[in-house]
């Protein structure tokens, strides 16, 4: 595809569930990024790699949260045991690399999940 | 850590110019971006300065000073459809923060 594209765009889910988000990046892309956005609030960075590679995972506010990108293309957002405030839009983003120049990312259009 | 402060909303008047800021205090600096997000969208690219000065974009402008921790995006010619939220953010290495965003609403 052209873009950036998430699955699923909406996901509602019961506190103490498990969720998986999906991002698939733009081909070629060899960074990838997951923000949490808050309504109101700007991104907040969770984490990105370099292909397969986690090179920051400073973001992610608990060891509830995991993300991976085993082949160094699709990534996934585990959150585990879902907690209220875990409700959020979820951005994936992916640019061409992060080592130089405007490497500009480009997002997906989110998930927007609502836990219960 | 980075720190990022921008004015949470401004309107002006369609065909006006509109100036916004942003200051930051960062422990490393690797470029600043601008992007737009309109309502329930994702964000997208405006402009990148790495370098201070002013970089020119069409009806977009954005300036930077490294020493100030400042930078601006300057929009002209405004138009209706430049209703919408725009996030500065920092770089550092591959992490990048933003800042909460300024609503611009735009008024006929």
């Known amino acids: 595809g052209a873009g950036v594209s998430q699955s699923p765009r909406y996901k509602v889910a019961k506190r103490g569930q498990d969720v998986a988000l999906r991002c698939d990046p733009i081909s070629g892309h060899v960074s990838l990024f997951w923000y949490q956005q808050a309504l109101g609030q700007g991104p907040e960075f969770l984490t990105y790699f370099q292909n397969e590679a986690q090179l920051d995972k400073s973001g992610l506010p608990s060891d509830r949260f995991f993300a991976e990108r085993p082949e160094g293309s699709v990534s996934t957002l585990k959150i585990q045991r879902t907690q209220q405030e875990d409700s959020a839009v979820y951005l994936c983003a992916s640019s061409l690399t992060v080592l130089a120049g405007s490497n500009e990312q480009f997002f997906g259009p989110g998930t927007r999940l609502t836990v219960l | 850590g980075q720190n990022i402060d921008q004015p949470t909303e401004m309107t002006a008047t369609e065909g006006a110019i509109v100036q916004i800021n942003c200051t930051y205090q960062?422990?490393?600096?690797?470029?600043l971006f601008w992007y737009q997000q309109h309502a329930g969208e994702a964000p997208t690219f405006l402009s990148y300065n790495v370098l201070d000065g002013l970089e020119e974009k069409g009806r977009f402008s954005s300036f930077l000073s490294r020493s100030k921790g400042y930078s601006y995006l300057l929009l002209k010619e405004l138009q209706m459809k430049d209703s919408a939220s725009y996030l500065c953010?920092?770089?550092?290495?591959?992490?990048?923060?933003f800042g909460d965003g300024t609503t611009l609403t735009v008024k006929p």
């Open positions: 953010a920092v770089r550092d290495a591959g992490k990048s923060t």
């Open positions: 960062t422990s490393g600096f690797n470029g």
